[in-house]
């Protein structure tokens, strides 16, 4: 079936680094990529997504790239601060399926002053 | 002020007994979507419904039952037959075209105790 792979599992960095998330899709219908970031004990908030027919899409110091042949996007973070330390998640949506939103098993970052 | 609003944020079953988690939004969305997160996991789809009337089991139906009896409102029953509900519960909703983006409400967490 339809699943959704994210790497790593952890990423510790030092403050003022980049962060590189990694995710791959089997579906080629996928044409809806969010990514998630999630505190302790709160639901998780849209921070950026891209779209099928982009390849690149960039807000402030988070920007996010997809690769429709290989079936991958990536979340990247530039000047990293101790404020982005959380889980954050990939998901896929796939319209052909009534619109079912995979999620990718989490990263947790963390920023380290 | 439009959200996503699931209640209660804390839920405490006895064995044996069937709870229902209650997830509201006025976001005038579609799609809406339970998922279960363990800790130190990713979220898991349990089950999602795209128009009223009308709902798909995700990855994880078994033990769980929902309605969409109202576009605004997707409760979820965990039903005794869920052999170890101890989670937190996530639900979400989502335009059903691709312009929309998918928003979460806080989380309910049921205990069994």
């Known amino acids: 079936g339809e699943n959704v792979e994210q790497h790593p599992s952890t990423l510790s960095v030092q403050e003022g680094d980049s962060a590189v998330i990694k995710c791959t899709y089997s579906?080629?219908?996928?044409?809806?990529f969010p990514w998630y970031k999630q505190e302790l004990g709160k639901g998780p908030q849209l921070i950026i997504d891209?779209?099928?027919?982009?390849g690149e899409k960039k807000d402030q110091r988070i920007a996010v790239t997809l690769n429709k042949t290989a079936k991958h996007f990536s979340l990247h973070i530039t000047e990293t601060q101790p404020e982005d330390s959380a889980v954050y998640f990939c998901a896929a949506l796939i319209y052909n399926q009534g619109g079912k939103l995979i999620f990718g098993q989490g990263t947790e970052l963390s920023v380290k002053p | 002020d439009g959200g996503i609003t699931q209640s209660p944020k804390y839920l405490f079953r006895k064995e044996g007994q069937n709870v229902t988690l209650s997830c509201e939004q006025n976001?005038?969305?579609?799609?809406m979507y339970w998922y279960r997160q363990d800790p130190g996991q990713g979220l898991r789809l349990i089950y999602y419904s795209q128009i009223v009337n009308d709902f798909q089991k995700g990855d994880i139906a078994e033990g769980y039952s929902v309605s969409r009896e109202k576009k605004e409102s997707f409760p979820l029953t965990v039903t005794s037959a869920q052999k170890n509900p101890t989670a937190f519960y996530l639900c979400?909703?989502?335009?059903?075209?691709?312009?929309?983006?998918?928003?979460f409400g806080q989380g309910t967490r049921l205990t069994v105790v």
């Open positions: 976001l005038n969305h579609d799609a």
């Open positions: 891209i779209r099928s027919n982009v």
């Open positions: 579906d080629s219908a996928s044409n809806y």
């Open positions: 979400a909703s989502s335009g059903r075209d691709s312009n929309t983006e998918a928003f």
